[in-house]
Protein backbone atom coordinates (compact mmCIF):
# COMPACT_ATOMS: atom_id res chain seq x y z
CA UNK A 1 0.00 0.00 0.00
CA UNK A 2 1.49 3.22 -0.85
CA UNK A 3 2.47 5.94 1.86
CA UNK A 4 0.17 9.11 2.17
CA UNK A 5 2.10 12.05 1.09
CA UNK A 6 3.98 14.16 3.94
CA UNK A 7 1.66 17.26 3.41
CA UNK A 8 1.47 17.56 6.81
CA UNK A 9 5.40 17.80 7.04
CA UNK A 10 5.16 20.05 4.09
CA UNK A 11 2.77 22.14 5.41
CA UNK A 12 4.56 22.87 8.58
CA UNK A 13 7.88 22.72 7.35
CA UNK A 14 6.95 25.83 4.64
CA UNK A 15 5.10 27.75 7.71
CA UNK A 16 8.37 26.93 9.85
CA UNK A 17 10.50 28.27 7.02
CA UNK A 18 9.34 31.14 6.38
CA UNK A 19 8.56 32.49 10.21
CA UNK A 20 12.23 31.97 11.20
CA UNK A 21 13.65 34.11 7.95
CA UNK A 22 14.55 37.19 8.96
CA UNK A 23 12.28 38.71 6.16
CA UNK A 24 12.26 42.89 6.18
CA UNK A 25 9.19 43.82 8.34
CA UNK A 26 8.15 40.52 9.93
CA UNK A 27 7.69 38.71 12.57
CA UNK A 28 10.95 36.11 12.89
CA UNK A 29 12.87 34.39 15.65
CA UNK A 30 14.88 37.35 16.60
CA UNK A 31 11.84 39.50 16.67
CA UNK A 32 8.27 39.55 17.91
CA UNK A 33 5.30 42.37 17.69
CA UNK A 34 3.59 43.33 20.52
CA UNK A 35 0.54 41.40 19.55
CA UNK A 36 2.40 38.64 17.73
CA UNK A 37 5.40 36.19 18.43
CA UNK A 38 7.60 34.13 16.64
CA UNK A 39 6.19 31.55 18.90
CA UNK A 40 2.56 32.01 17.59
CA UNK A 41 3.48 31.07 14.68
CA UNK A 42 5.42 27.58 15.48
CA UNK A 43 2.36 27.03 17.30
CA UNK A 44 -0.31 27.58 14.30
CA UNK A 45 1.65 26.13 12.30
CA UNK A 46 1.88 22.65 14.04
CA UNK A 47 -2.01 23.23 14.79
CA UNK A 48 -2.80 23.21 10.79
CA UNK A 49 -0.73 20.61 9.91
CA UNK A 50 -2.61 17.86 10.85
CA UNK A 51 -6.09 19.68 9.33
CA UNK A 52 -3.94 20.18 5.94
CA UNK A 53 -3.28 16.30 5.90
CA UNK A 54 -6.82 15.53 5.28
CA UNK A 55 -7.07 18.71 2.16
CA UNK A 56 -7.41 16.13 -0.66
CA UNK A 57 -10.45 14.03 1.55
CA UNK A 58 -12.77 17.11 2.11
CA UNK A 59 -14.16 20.33 0.61
CA UNK A 60 -11.03 22.98 0.43
CA UNK A 61 -13.70 25.15 2.17
CA UNK A 62 -14.11 23.16 5.26
CA UNK A 63 -10.31 22.61 5.92
CA UNK A 64 -10.15 26.05 5.46
CA UNK A 65 -12.30 26.50 8.22
CA UNK A 66 -10.95 23.83 10.46
CA UNK A 67 -7.64 24.95 10.52
CA UNK A 68 -8.47 28.31 11.30
CA UNK A 69 -10.77 26.55 14.05
CA UNK A 70 -7.43 24.63 15.38
CA UNK A 71 -5.06 27.81 14.77
CA UNK A 72 -7.77 29.92 17.32
CA UNK A 73 -7.51 27.21 19.74
CA UNK A 74 -3.40 27.68 20.49
CA UNK A 75 -3.59 31.39 19.20
CA UNK A 76 -5.62 34.59 19.25
CA UNK A 77 -3.80 36.54 17.03
CA UNK A 78 -4.84 36.26 13.30
CA UNK A 79 -1.28 34.31 11.99
CA UNK A 80 -2.50 32.22 9.06
CA UNK A 81 -5.05 33.12 7.75
CA UNK A 82 -3.76 34.11 4.27
CA UNK A 83 -1.29 31.07 4.63
CA UNK A 84 -4.51 28.77 4.99
CA UNK A 85 -6.02 30.25 1.99
CA UNK A 86 -3.11 29.80 -0.24
CA UNK A 87 -2.10 25.84 1.19
CA UNK A 88 -5.26 24.77 1.38
CA UNK A 89 -5.99 24.08 -2.34
CA UNK A 90 -2.57 23.33 -3.06
CA UNK A 91 -2.74 20.76 -0.39
CA UNK A 92 -5.51 19.34 -2.14
CA UNK A 93 -4.32 19.26 -5.41
CA UNK A 94 -1.12 17.62 -4.19
CA UNK A 95 -2.71 14.46 -4.06
CA UNK A 96 -4.04 14.43 -7.54
CA UNK A 97 -1.37 14.95 -9.60
CA UNK A 98 0.70 17.67 -10.78
CA UNK A 99 -0.28 20.81 -8.26
CA UNK A 100 0.02 22.86 -11.40
CA UNK A 101 -2.71 21.09 -13.58
CA UNK A 102 -4.83 19.59 -10.68
CA UNK A 103 -4.83 22.88 -9.02
CA UNK A 104 -7.66 24.34 -11.52
CA UNK A 105 -9.52 20.96 -10.41
CA UNK A 106 -9.38 21.47 -7.38
CA UNK A 107 -10.79 25.74 -7.62
CA UNK A 108 -13.75 24.87 -10.74
CA UNK A 109 -15.12 22.12 -8.14
CA UNK A 110 -15.44 24.80 -5.17
CA UNK A 111 -18.99 25.63 -3.90
CA UNK A 112 -20.96 28.08 -2.19
CA UNK A 113 -20.84 25.94 0.85
CA UNK A 114 -16.94 26.12 0.32
CA UNK A 115 -18.04 30.20 0.41
CA UNK A 116 -19.82 30.16 3.33
CA UNK A 117 -16.92 27.98 4.97
CA UNK A 118 -14.45 30.55 4.48
CA UNK A 119 -16.33 33.12 5.33
CA UNK A 120 -16.95 32.09 8.91
CA UNK A 121 -13.05 31.48 8.92
CA UNK A 122 -12.30 34.95 7.74
CA UNK A 123 -14.63 36.46 10.30
CA UNK A 124 -13.21 34.29 13.08
CA UNK A 125 -9.30 35.11 12.41
CA UNK A 126 -10.36 38.95 11.72
CA UNK A 127 -7.65 39.90 9.62
CA UNK A 128 -6.80 43.52 9.68
CA UNK A 129 -7.75 46.13 7.75
CA UNK A 130 -10.61 44.00 6.57
CA UNK A 131 -13.71 46.24 5.93
CA UNK A 132 -16.25 45.67 3.99
CA UNK A 133 -17.73 45.53 -0.02
CA UNK A 134 -20.64 45.67 -1.80
CA UNK A 135 -20.92 42.73 -3.31
CA UNK A 136 -20.73 39.60 -1.62
CA UNK A 137 -19.19 40.83 1.67
CA UNK A 138 -17.88 38.19 4.17
CA UNK A 139 -19.96 39.36 7.01
CA UNK A 140 -23.42 38.52 4.86
CA UNK A 141 -24.30 34.87 3.26
CA UNK A 142 -22.60 34.31 0.35
CA UNK A 143 -24.34 33.32 -3.16
CA UNK A 144 -21.60 32.29 -5.37
CA UNK A 145 -19.27 29.85 -5.73
CA UNK A 146 -15.54 30.37 -3.17
CA UNK A 147 -13.70 31.11 -6.87
CA UNK A 148 -16.66 33.16 -7.99
CA UNK A 149 -16.44 35.13 -4.86
CA UNK A 150 -12.18 35.44 -5.01
CA UNK A 151 -12.77 36.65 -8.61
CA UNK A 152 -14.50 39.22 -7.44
CA UNK A 153 -11.45 40.63 -5.10
CA UNK A 154 -8.79 39.49 -7.17
CA UNK A 155 -8.31 43.18 -8.18
CA UNK A 156 -7.51 44.40 -4.73
CA UNK A 157 -5.87 41.15 -2.94
CA UNK A 158 -3.30 38.67 -3.59
CA UNK A 159 -4.74 35.93 -2.29
CA UNK A 160 -7.53 36.03 -4.31
CA UNK A 161 -5.82 36.79 -6.97
CA UNK A 162 -4.08 33.29 -6.92
CA UNK A 163 -7.37 31.91 -6.90
CA UNK A 164 -8.60 33.51 -9.72
CA UNK A 165 -5.82 33.18 -11.71
CA UNK A 166 -4.82 29.17 -11.07
CA UNK A 167 -1.77 30.38 -8.84
CA UNK A 168 -0.11 31.46 -12.37
CA UNK A 169 1.53 34.01 -10.25
CA UNK A 170 2.98 31.39 -7.83
CA UNK A 171 4.07 28.90 -10.23
CA UNK A 172 5.49 31.36 -12.99
CA UNK A 173 7.20 33.73 -9.68
CA UNK A 174 7.37 32.47 -6.59
CA UNK A 175 9.28 29.43 -7.62
CA UNK A 176 11.59 30.95 -10.05
CA UNK A 177 12.50 33.75 -7.15
CA UNK A 178 13.78 30.83 -4.86
CA UNK A 179 15.33 28.95 -8.19
CA UNK A 180 17.34 32.04 -8.85
CA UNK A 181 18.33 32.19 -5.13
CA UNK A 182 19.75 28.69 -5.57
CA UNK A 183 21.43 28.85 -8.72
CA UNK A 184 23.55 31.85 -7.32
CA UNK A 185 24.44 29.31 -4.24
CA UNK A 186 22.41 31.18 -1.11
CA UNK A 187 21.38 29.93 1.58
CA UNK A 188 18.04 29.22 2.23
CA UNK A 189 17.19 31.89 4.48
CA UNK A 190 18.63 34.08 2.26
CA UNK A 191 17.20 32.32 -0.68
CA UNK A 192 13.99 33.25 1.18
CA UNK A 193 14.51 36.49 2.09
CA UNK A 194 15.39 36.96 -1.61
CA UNK A 195 12.01 35.66 -2.73
CA UNK A 196 9.90 37.81 -0.16
CA UNK A 197 11.77 40.80 -1.56
CA UNK A 198 11.37 40.49 -5.21
CA UNK A 199 7.18 39.32 -4.32
CA UNK A 200 7.24 42.60 -2.63
CA UNK A 201 8.84 44.40 -5.46
CA UNK A 202 6.66 42.40 -8.36
CA UNK A 203 3.09 43.25 -6.42
CA UNK A 204 2.44 45.66 -3.60
CA UNK A 205 1.49 44.30 -0.54
CA UNK A 206 -2.21 43.66 0.17
CA UNK A 207 -2.05 44.18 3.96
CA UNK A 208 -0.18 47.57 3.55
CA UNK A 209 -2.60 48.86 0.82
CA UNK A 210 -5.49 47.93 3.48
CA UNK A 211 -4.24 49.39 6.32
CA UNK A 212 -2.35 52.45 4.79
CA UNK A 213 -3.13 52.58 1.21
CA UNK A 214 -2.35 51.42 -2.21
CA UNK A 215 0.27 54.64 -2.14
CA UNK A 216 2.65 53.41 1.06
CA UNK A 217 2.02 50.05 -0.92
CA UNK A 218 3.55 50.82 -4.05
CA UNK A 219 6.53 52.93 -2.24
CA UNK A 220 7.20 49.33 -0.21
CA UNK A 221 7.65 47.53 -3.64
CA UNK A 222 9.99 50.65 -4.92
CA UNK A 223 12.42 50.29 -1.78
CA UNK A 224 12.37 46.35 -2.50
CA UNK A 225 13.29 46.67 -5.79
CA UNK A 226 15.78 49.29 -5.01
CA UNK A 227 17.33 46.59 -2.05
CA UNK A 228 17.60 44.06 -5.32
CA UNK A 229 18.91 46.09 -7.77
CA UNK A 230 21.79 47.12 -5.23
CA UNK A 231 22.84 43.59 -4.96
CA UNK A 232 21.68 42.12 -2.21
CA UNK A 233 22.55 40.17 -0.32
CA UNK A 234 26.19 40.30 -1.77
CA UNK A 235 26.68 44.41 -1.47
CA UNK A 236 26.87 46.39 1.71
CA UNK A 237 24.85 48.91 0.40
CA UNK A 238 22.04 46.74 -0.46
CA UNK A 239 22.29 44.86 3.44
CA UNK A 240 22.36 48.58 4.48
CA UNK A 241 19.03 49.87 2.54
CA UNK A 242 17.51 46.56 3.91
CA UNK A 243 18.61 47.61 7.52
CA UNK A 244 16.85 51.18 6.65
CA UNK A 245 13.53 49.35 4.90
CA UNK A 246 13.20 47.14 7.92
CA UNK A 247 12.74 49.71 9.74
CA UNK A 248 10.76 51.84 7.62
CA UNK A 249 8.40 48.38 7.81
CA UNK A 250 8.14 48.53 11.30
CA UNK A 251 6.59 52.17 11.38
CA UNK A 252 4.34 53.13 12.66
CA UNK A 253 3.06 50.16 14.85
CA UNK A 254 3.59 47.52 12.25
CA UNK A 255 1.08 49.16 9.90
CA UNK A 256 3.27 48.31 7.10
CA UNK A 257 4.03 45.12 8.04
CA UNK A 258 3.99 42.84 4.43
CA UNK A 259 1.84 39.96 5.54
CA UNK A 260 0.07 39.02 2.15
CA UNK A 261 3.43 38.96 0.96
CA UNK A 262 4.58 36.52 3.64
CA UNK A 263 1.90 34.16 3.19
CA UNK A 264 2.96 34.27 -0.76
CA UNK A 265 6.70 32.98 0.46
CA UNK A 266 5.14 30.29 2.37
CA UNK A 267 2.90 28.95 -0.26
CA UNK A 268 5.68 29.05 -2.92
CA UNK A 269 8.07 27.24 -0.17
CA UNK A 270 4.97 24.51 0.03
CA UNK A 271 4.82 23.96 -3.99
CA UNK A 272 8.92 23.71 -3.82
CA UNK A 273 8.59 20.82 -1.39
CA UNK A 274 5.98 19.07 -2.34
CA UNK A 275 7.46 19.01 -6.40
CA UNK A 276 10.89 17.89 -4.81
CA UNK A 277 12.34 21.23 -5.33
CA UNK A 278 13.67 22.09 -1.98
CA UNK A 279 14.82 18.88 0.18
CA UNK A 280 15.73 17.96 2.90
CA UNK A 281 18.75 18.38 5.09
CA UNK A 282 18.44 22.16 4.63
CA UNK A 283 21.30 24.18 4.32
CA UNK A 284 19.99 26.93 6.59
CA UNK A 285 22.70 29.52 6.70
CA UNK A 286 24.98 27.64 4.75
CA UNK A 287 26.27 27.72 1.10
CA UNK A 288 23.96 25.55 -1.14
CA UNK A 289 24.13 22.01 -1.03
CA UNK A 290 23.35 19.55 -4.04
CA UNK A 291 20.34 18.32 -2.34
CA UNK A 292 18.76 21.52 -1.31
CA UNK A 293 17.05 22.29 -4.07
CA UNK A 294 16.65 20.52 -7.80
CA UNK A 295 17.42 22.52 -10.93
CA UNK A 296 14.60 20.38 -12.89
Not at 151 to 166: E, P, S
Amino acid sequence: MQSPLPIDLWVQTACVLEATARKPGNVHRYRDFDDLTYVDFLLSAAAISPVLQQAPKQPIGLTIYQAIVATHRVCRTNTNLGIVLLLTPLAAASAVGSIRQAIHLVLNSTTKEDARNVYAAIRLANPGGLGTCNEEDVHSEPTKTLLDVMKLAADRDMIARQYANGFQDLFDKGVSYLREAFSRKFSVENAIVFCHLNWLSDFPDSLIARKRGIAEARLASEKAREILDAGWPESAKARSLAESFDRWLSQPGQQRNPGTTADLVAATLFVCLCEGLLRFPLAWDRERRANTIGSG
